[in-house]
Structure formats: structure tokens, C-alpha cells
């Protein structure tokens, strides 16, 4: 068996793995341990099409990495193959532009980010010492959802507050899915080689959604700030508004402002305007079936996301490619056309047949398009293997 990566996406209550090889083009096991910190955790395993629950007793990352290993145990041949372990990190701040592999400064660099993801870095840094005890000797390597947005310019990145708390804080725009970004540049240079030196503008709308534009394959705008809070309206994130609510709510409900931020983060979106679901494809359902505040909750979504696709597009010469991914971009047919109605005024059209289409990479513009308008399934487990690999090399 080729070398194989295992990729370890520690969340704040869930981690996520799978086993890559051929160069990441197979996966041979995925799987997640959910509601850690619990005293209900499993762990479910995935390979090839079965299903495997088990209880986590412990409920920690930690016991999670644990049972991955003795799986693995049981299974010489992919474990003897396992030649690196890919971490997928939230917010590197700053201080990382790229994947890096990880030692103690990196580890320390992180944990200084943890302001900024009070939730996603200590879980990050756990999952990594327990890799790092459970496979010793495996290189590790972190890759960042911030890291490909450190193109942009101060112009782009800076909020228009005092410098004073920029410099002191490093309070500025950071960006996140920049994994499934630079995953969408290369696939879309794959089928498109000219797109490197043209404007390709991406919405990865999934239950965190976020647009960005990438000029000549690099980042120069994107929607998510600081945190994954500001931009696009989401599945329970209100993604963009005027800043004087959060103290509006805070005074009205009578909570603290961080219980108000909660609100904005956990109960908006989707979910606060349909008061059902922050599930697309249920508010979707309940729109067939008449229900008016789905329909709502989806028509503010499509419109602010074109509103935000328009934004980020300031900072392109041309609009060539628009690209849809993430789990709604990938499958919701009437969001990507209710999107795409929204920049007439842009001349970009889909042709309708060809958006009912969904699963597989294809271009879905009408002859009359000026912009070539796609859908492409994202991958970020094979960009954080292929990370891997290519540190592990060097
Ligand atoms: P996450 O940000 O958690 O990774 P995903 O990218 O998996 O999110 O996207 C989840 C979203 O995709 C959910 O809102 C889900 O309803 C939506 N989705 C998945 N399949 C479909 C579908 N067939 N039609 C409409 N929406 C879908």
C-alpha cells in the first residue's frame, strides 16, 4: 500500500477524521466522535459504504485518537503505511501564512490564536498532543483555514477602527475556509488552466458560508472576519449588521454581551428567521410545503450572499468564474438560482437545466453568461493530505 495521511479535524465537541492514500485520492477509512465532552460520545467509523458505532466512554479528543489508533492497530497494513497525520487548524492568525510542521513553536503559536477561536484551538492542541503521544515518530502538520487569506491587502484586511487596537490586538479581518478556497483554485486551474491569471470569485455556502475572491490564485478579499461571524447570513450565525444590536439586545433581554453574542452566533441565521430549521434542505422541504418563513430564511440567504459575492468581487479585474461549493452550493439548486438572479445586473446567467444538475463538477452559465459559472464539489481533507505529503518530502 502508497503512503497514507491520517487527517484529524478537532472540533470544540466532535472530531472528524479519515485515512487518505494515493496521494490522497483514496480514502480508506473516514469517520467522527461526536458530542464529546458528554457523557453520551461515540465514535462512528466509515469504510467502504459500512457503518460502525461504538461508545466513547471517556468522551474526550483524546480517547477518540485513542480508538482510531487501536482500530488502526488491527489493521497492520494501512497503519505500517501511515507515513504522516494532517491537522486541520481554524485560526493561525498572523503568524502562519502556510502549513507547517508541527513542534512545540508551533504548538505555542496556536495556543497564542486561541483568543480569537476560544473553542476550536484548545481542542486543536489536545488532538495534536494525543497524535503526537499515540503515533510517535509520525510527522504532524498543521493547516490553516486563515492561512490562505494573508494575501490580502491592509486596505481589504484592516477594520476601520483606531490603529492603536490593530496593533496592540491584532484585531483585523483573518477569513476562514481558505482549505476549501485553495482546493477550488487548483481544481478549477485542473480544468481551467487560464483561471490562475483570472478573477474567480467562490461562495462555500455550507452551514458556515462564507465568499471569496481569488485574483490570479490568490485571496484578495473574502466575507468572514475576525471570526466566522461577520460576512454572509448563515445556518445560526446573522453574519453581518450593525455592531450597536449586540449592545441592543444585551440591554433588552437583560443578558451580558457575551450571552448576546451567543444569540448572533448559535440563533440567528436561518434558524432565527424560519424559527424551524438551520438546515437548508429542511426549510426547503417545508417551502414545498407552503411554509412562508422557510422561504423567507432562504431568499435573505441567497440575497446576502450575491450582495457579499458583489463585495468581495471589488478586488477582481474581471469576473471570469463564480464557483458554488460547500453543502448548499453544492446541491441547492434554488439558492444557486436565486443567487444568480440577484447579478443580472453583473452579466452572469445560468442556464436552469443544467443548474438542476448536482454531485459532480460541471458549468452551469447560459450562452448569454459572461462569467463561466460552476459547481465543484470541495475536498479539504485531500488539500490537508496533500500538505502532508509535500512537508513530509521536503
Ligand atoms: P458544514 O459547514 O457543517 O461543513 P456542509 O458544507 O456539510 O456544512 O453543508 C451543510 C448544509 O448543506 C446544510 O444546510 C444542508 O441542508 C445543506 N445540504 C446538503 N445537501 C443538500 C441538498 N440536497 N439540498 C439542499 N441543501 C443541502
Given at each position: 500500500m502508497s503512503d497514507s495521511i491520517l487527517v484529524i479535524n478537532c472540533g470544540s465537541s466532535?472530531?472528524?477524521?479519515?485515512?487518505?492514500?494515493?496521494?490522497?485520492?483514496?480514502?480508506?477509512?473516514?469517520?467522527?466522535?461526536?458530542?464529546?465532552?458528554?457523557?453520551?460520545s461515540t465514535l462512528t467509523f466509515k469504510k467502504e459504504g459500512l457503518k460502525e458505532s461504538i461508545s466513547l466512554p471517556e468522551g474526550t479528543h483524546k480517547s477518540a485518537v485513542a480508538e482510531i489508533k487501536k482500530w488502526l492497530d488491527n489493521r497492520p497494513t494501512i497503519l505500517n503505511s501511515l507515513t504522516g497525520i494532517g491537522h486541520r487548524v481554524v485560526h493561525g492568525g498572523e503568524t502562519f501564512s502556510q502549513s507547517v510542521l508541527i513542534d512545540q513553536n508551533v504548538i505555542d503559536g496556536i495556543a497564542e490564536c486561541a483568543n480569537f477561536a476560544p473553542l476550536h484551538s484548545p481542542a486543536h492542541i489536545i488532538g495534536m498532543y494525543a497524535a503526537i503521544e499515540l503515533f510517535p515518530g509520525v510527522p504532524q502538520v498543521a493547516v490553516f483555514d486563515t492561512a490562505f487569506h494573508q494575501t490580502l491587502a491592509a486596505e481589504q484586511y484592516l477594520y476601520p477602527i483606531p490603529m492603536a487596537l490593530y496593533r496592540q490586538h491584532h484585531f483585523r479581518k483573518y477569513g476562514f475556509h481558505g482549505t476549501s478556497y485553495r482546493y477550488i483554485s487548483r481544481r478549477l486551474a485542473e480544468i481551467e488552466p487560464n483561471s490562475l491569471q483570472q478573477g474567480v470569485l467562490v461562495a462555500h455556502l455550507g452551514n458556515g458560508a462564507s465568499t471569496c475572491a481569488i485574483n490570479k490564485g490568490k485571496s484578495t478579499d473574502t466575507s468572514m472576519g475576525i471570526t466566522p461571524l461577520e460576512g454572509l447570513m448563515m445556518g445560526t450565525r446573522c453574519g453581518s449588521l450593525d455592531p450597536s444590536l449586540l449592545s441592543f439586545i444585551a440591554d433588552a433581554e437583560g443578558i451580558s454581551s457575551a450571552?448576546?453574542?451567543?444569540?448572533?452566533?448559535?440563533?440567528?441565521g436561518l434558524l432565527g428567521i424560519s424559527e424551524l430549521s438551520n438546515d437548508c434542505r429542511t426549510l426547503e422541504d417545508a417551502m414545498a410545503s407552503g411554509n412562508e418563513s422557510a422561504k423567507l430564511a432562504l431568499d435573505m440567504f441567497a440575497i446576502r450572499t450575491a450582495k457579499y459575492l458583489v463585495s468581495t468581487a471589488t478586488t477582481?479585474?474581471?469576473?471570469?468564474?463564480?464557483?458554488?461549493?460547500?453543502?448548499?452550493?453544492?446541491?441547492?439548486?434554488?439558492?444557486?438560482?436565486?443567487?444568480?438572479?440577484?447579478?443580472?445586473?453583473?452579466?452572469?446567467?445560468?442556464?436552469?437545466?443544467?443548474?438542476?444538475?448536482?454531485?459532480?463538477?460541471?458549468?452551469?452559465?447560459?450562452?448569454?453568461?459572461?462569467?463561466?459559472?460552476?459547481?465543484?464539489?470541495?475536498?479539504?481533507?485531500?488539500?490537508?493530505?496533500?500538505?502532508?505529503?509535500?512537508?513530509?518530502?521536503q
Open positions: 466532535s472530531l472528524k477524521f479519515a485515512v487518505l492514500t494515493d496521494e490522497g485520492q483514496t480514502v480508506l477509512l473516514e469517520g467522527i466522535a461526536e458530542r464529546l465532552g458528554e457523557s453520551n450571552q448576546a453574542l451567543d444569540v448572533l452566533n448559535k440563533k440567528s477582481l479585474d474581471r469576473i471570469d468564474h463564480l464557483v458554488f461549493t460547500g453543502g448548499i452550493g453544492e446541491n441547492s439548486s434554488y439558492i444557486r438560482a436565486a443567487i444568480c438572479q440577484q447579478l443580472k445586473a453583473f452579466n452572469i446567467h445560468i442556464d436552469s437545466d443544467k443548474n438542476a444538475l448536482r454531485g459532480a463538477t460541471m458549468n452551469i452559465e447560459s450562452a448569454q453568461s459572461q462569467t463561466k459559472v460552476w459547481i465543484i464539489p470541495t475536498n479539504e481533507e485531500l488539500m490537508i493530505a496533500l500538505d502532508t505529503i509535500n512537508l513530509i518530502r
